[in-house]
């Protein structure tokens, strides 16, 4: 088993910034390939980044692309989502996500293990 743990959301102003953090812990950590997505109030989960074992790999939803950057410290068992030119559109629950396989995924049923979630709220 693996446990995420996601933290760093909060509340900001339209145009700043946020460091979402998702820490793993449990099973190995190795060989994981690791997502970010997103869940607004009644709307479905969405894909939002999603980066490989080495971080060789990284992929972004077109709404985020040139936004936000995904990154990991497999030392710190740790991915991260940096989140700049925030948008009050960006708001939501961000859960972060760790497939078994080392493979770009951009849907949800292709991740093993899920984080509880951190809300991010951008104010207009």
């Known amino acids: 088993q693996v446990q995420l743990v996601e933290s760093g959301g909060g509340l900001v102003q339209a145009g700043g910034s946020l460091r979402l953090s998702c820490a793993a812990s449990?099973?190995?950590?190795?060989?994981?390939?690791m997502g970010w997505f997103r869940q607004a109030p009644g709307k479905e989960r969405d894909f939002v980044a999603a980066i490989t074992w080495v971080g060789e790999s990284t992929y972004y939803a077109d709404s985020v692309k040139g936004r936000f950057t995904i990154s990991r410290d497999n030392a710190e068992n740790t991915v991260y989502l940096q989140m700049n030119s925030l948008k009050p559109e960006d708001t939501a629950v961000y859960y972060c996500?760790?497939?078994?396989?080392?493979?770009?995924?951009?849907?949800?049923?292709?991740?093993?293990?899920w984080g509880q979630g951190t809300p991010v709220t951008v104010s207009s």
């Open positions: 449990g099973r190995t950590f190795s060989g994981y390939a």
């Open positions: 996500a760790a497939t078994l396989r080392n493979t770009i995924l951009v849907h949800t049923r292709g991740y093993n293990y």
